[in-house]
């Protein structure tokens, strides 16, 4: 049986995601849901999620806003 995506768009991601630039949004939930097809799991798509994030994304120390890596 296939598996549905999780998040249809970027309105439906977490709290904690949506705090993110709206290309890092589309980038957590496009892979999120990659990797919720391909897996199952959804402790192993959302940690994937998160390390593409943290590949082209940094939090600023200073005042907690994720920017994109120069």
């Known amino acids: ?3 549905k995506i999780i998040y249809a768009s970027n309105k439906d991601l ?3 995601v949506k705090g993110l630039p709206k290309e890092a949004q589309d ?3 496009e892979t999120l849901n ?3 097809v391909e897996y ?3 402790a192993k798509a959302t940690k994937g999620a998160w ?3 943290k590949k082209s994304f940094a939090k600023d120390p200073k005042d907690g ?3 994109k890596k120069k």
């Open 1 to 3: 049986m296939a598996k």
């Open 34 to 36: 990659k990797l919720w």
């Open 65 to 67: 806003k994720w920017r």
């Open 51 to 53: 390390d593409e994030i």
């Open 27 to 29: 980038l957590y939930r």
């Open 40 to 42: 199952g799991n959804i």
């Open 14 to 16: 977490p709290k904690n």
